[in-house]
């Protein structure tokens, strides 16, 4: 469309036209005809760059529509002075007038302050950057004046939105958004105005020349439409990518439930050990809590204890709730079950865990029964090969066994559980354990009255 009639200064003029078809210098070549298709070509164009959209998410305060009639402005801009450009807002603001009362949303009177100033915008940086910086006869200053004109004018846009629909600057994600794709909405800027300005080195007639043109415009659109259905896929596979990593918590979340309600209604089989792995899971956490340990550590120390005995479900109700004391046969079954849990929850999905965490874990369920000496189960472990987690939990389990009733006797008093706590350091119980959660019971003394060990064990 470099077609329409140059001044000095490069550009398009309305006076021109009526100057020259005063003169009759359209008589021989249909002067005012490729004029009006002209104007027709940029009412296309304006038209297919609003309808090619999609929207950058600000925030939580809703989304920014984007679209290619920024891309249209320049172009008129460049191409025809202020009269195409006028001409092109005219029609965007009658394509949104009709959009706004057909689907019947409010119209917004900050939209059209907008448009006004992103016109103004592109007319003042294209001209100047065409007649003082760079130039639009020289090949090699195409594109930056494509580029910066479009960096500039978005980057009022984004200030000016920002003022207009009192949405920080702050909010993240969304500027770099606008930003990302003027690079290549450049190039097509820059690709259209060399075309056509190779058309004009040809001796061809005006039919022809229009002809190409409209070829051009064609490719023009074409491009800029791959592009918007690239974005809108992105977004869509996003969007889905969402979906299903919110479906996937959901389901992790339900799963770890009914492994928790599967563990509590496991403990029920037996009336004297119901609650049992919330209390152990409770304790766990202040002696972790005592001893320093992150939030996150202590997330997963309470659910290493609210599943530390699930294994129990492999055991046979004739052992796990007899009401006296176990055989040696029978206590061999039972030191099964954290090899059972362990087995059990490998296999399950739990929270957002990673695979350290989940380990952690894991080793809560499995090794809660060692002990320092190396006389626990089921691996007797001895020391620090006992994980750290599984230490604590260790203590926080015999606490609570110790003063909760069973079929065969009555809860103990908390002093004497204490107490047969401190005579099992460094044998049967972690000391640095034992003293945290003596702290927490504020028995604290019990530790102080005890001999001195030799600790087995940093």
């Known amino acids: 469309m470099i077609n329409f009639v140059i001044l000095s200064e490069g550009r398009f003029c309305l006076q021109d036209i009526l100057h020259c078809y005063r003169n009759g210098l359209y008589a021989s070549d249909w002067g005012v005809l490729q004029v009006l298709l002209d104007y027709l070509l940029f009412a296309i164009l304006t038209y297919a760059a609003y309808n090619m959209y999609y929207y950058v998410p600000v925030g939580d305060r809703g989304n920014f529509r984007e679209d290619g009639h920024t891309i249209c402005w320049i172009a008129a801009s460049l191409v025809g002075g202020w ?45 100047l950057l065409t007649e003082d910086v760079f130039s639009l006869y020289n090949p090699l200053g195409i594109f930056p004046a494509m580029f910066l004109t479009l960096c500039i004018t978005q980057l009022v846009t984004v200030a000016i939105s920002s003022w207009l629909f009192r ?54 659109l074409g491009l800029y439409y791959w592009r918007t259905v690239g974005i809108l896929q992105t977004q869509r596979v996003q969007a889905k990518i969402l979906e299903v990593e919110a479906l996937n918590l959901q389901i992790t979340q339900a799963n770890q439930q009914v492994l928790l309600a599967f563990a509590s209604a496991l403990e029920k089989r037996d009336p004297y050990t119901a609650g049992h792995s919330e209390r152990v899971a409770t304790y766990a956490v202040q002696i972790g809590r005592e001893l320093g340990l992150s939030e996150k550590d202590l997330g997963i120390i309470r659910l290493g204890g609210l599943l530390h005995d699930i294994g129990k479900i492999g055991i046979p109700d004739s052992v796990l709730i007899k009401p006296g004391k176990l055989t040696a046969e029978e206590y061999d079954v039972m030191k099964q079950h954290p090899v059972i849990g362990e087995e059990l929850l490998r296999g399950a999905t739990l929270d957002d865990l990673n695979a350290e965490e989940r380990e952690k874990m894991l080793e809560i369920v499995l090794s809660h029964h060692e002990r320092p000496d190396g006389r626990g189960y089921p691996h007797g472990l001895v020391g620090a090969e006992i994980p750290l987690f599984a230490k604590l939990t260790a203590v926080a389990d015999a606490f609570d066994a110790m003063t909760s009733n069973r079929a065969y006797r009555s809860a103990m008093p908390i002093e004497k559980a204490a107490s047969i706590l401190v005579e099992g350091c460094d044998t049967q119980f972690w000391t640095p354990a034992v003293k945290a959660f003596l702290k927490t019971l504020g028995q604290e003394a019990l530790m102080e009255a005890a001999p001195t060990r030799t600790a087995k064990e940093s």
Request: aromatic content about 12%.
């Open 167 to 220: 949405v920080s600057l702050r909010v993240g994600g969304w500027k770099r958004k606008l930003l990302k794709f003027n690079l290549i909405d450049s190039l097509y800027l820059s690709l259209y105005f060399v075309s056509s300005a190779y058309i004009e080195t040809l001796e061809i007639d005006t039919m022809q020349s229009l002809l190409m043109n409209g070829t051009i415009m064609c490719a023009l």
């Open 83 to 127: 009269p195409v450009l006028l001409f092109s807002v005219a029609i965007l603001l009658i394509l949104y007038t009709v959009e706004m009362l057909k689907n019947g949303l409010p119209y917004k009177p900050q939209n059209l302050l907008l448009f006004v100033i992103q016109a103004v915008t592109i007319y003042e940086v294209s001209h």
